[in-house]
């Protein structure tokens, strides 16, 4: 029976110390063959020699007990050790996203106006003639309607084609004094490198009593703003029309490409035009029904910041959801 013992000692693994269990303790096996020899011992010898077979059964299974548990043991320690995980190592970086540049540009703007105390305003894209229009001085058959290339519902509505008309809304909700911006979607049917049929702009709104607000206001806020998008760069105040202000003027800054030595992007004047702005027309206030006031607007394409912010050539990648351009800003 030593010998058993050591076969038992010597498995070196569960499926080893398996065979020996059969071949000890089965049906067929050693102890098994050991107890069919009762039947020839005489009477007398019966009971010592079943009692040693008993004593040497005991003594095997608890020594292969004892064995399983050792190999037991060190087959869960194995399968801790290879299924272990290091969560110190890196993983492979998820794709993430990122504020889209324009968004980021039209954040930094009211950021700006925001810190200055200007309330934050919105108004429907879908909008209606009198609002984008007539009461902004552009009455029907007029010809700087055509400066707006308008989508048209069937219905008489439109898709507005500035911020412009949230000046009117504002107006007509709340008495003066104002100090508003309306950041916002705006759409024209118009498509090539610098335009794309929605776009988004920023519109700018100060009323107050008559006299308080003067062209000087807007040109000292604007310039500092524009300093504040561009850095340090020269700006200057160009007269124009809008119907809807008067004086009216457009705004350029240095060229911030070819630092005034005439490019492409700057069409070789050393200026690029960046917004439009004035002193709001008596006949808006009318529409409204506001008296004795004064007041400033402007309005700005956040595209057009964006891209001369971040030097994009054609106006339209910033649409196309490629994400190799957007990676470009995270
Ligand atoms: N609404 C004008 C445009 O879309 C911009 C503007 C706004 C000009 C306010 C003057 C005052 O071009």
Known sequence: MENLEEKIIQADSLEALEKVRVELFGKKGVLAAEFAKMKDVPGPEKKAF?????????????SFDARYEVLKSEEIEKVLKSEAIDVSLYGTLAQKGALHPVMETMDKIIDYFV????????????????????????PKYHPARDMQDTFYFKDGGLLRTHTSPVQIRTMMETKPPIRMIAPGSV???????????????????????????????????????????????????RPSFFPFTEPSAEVDISCIFCAGEGCRVCSHTGWLEV?????????????????????????????????????????????????????QFR
């Open 50 to 62: 079943a009692e040693g077979l008993n004593k040497s059964k005991a003594a095997l299974q608890a």
């Open 115 to 138: 810190a200055l105390n200007f309330a934050v305003e919105s108004g429907p894209m879908v909008e209606d003639d009198f609002h984008n229009f007539e009461a902004l001085n552009l």
């Open 187 to 237: 759409f024209r049917r118009d498509y090539d490198l610098t335009h794309t049929p929605m776009f988004h702009q920023v519109e700018g709104l100060v009323v107050d009593d008559k006299g308080k607000v003067s062209f000087a206001n807007l040109k000292s806020i604007l310039t500092d703003f524009l300093q504040y998008m561009f850095g340090d760069v020269d700006v200057r105040f």
């Open 275 to 327: 917004l439009g702005c004035g002193i709001v027309d008596p006949n808006v206030f009318k529409a409204v029904g506001y008296e004795d006031v004064s007041g400033y607007a402007f309005g700005l394409g956040v595209e057009r910041f964006a891209m001369l912010m971040h030097k994009i050539p054609d106006l339209r990648s910033l649409f196309e959801g490629d994400i190799r351009l957007l990676e």
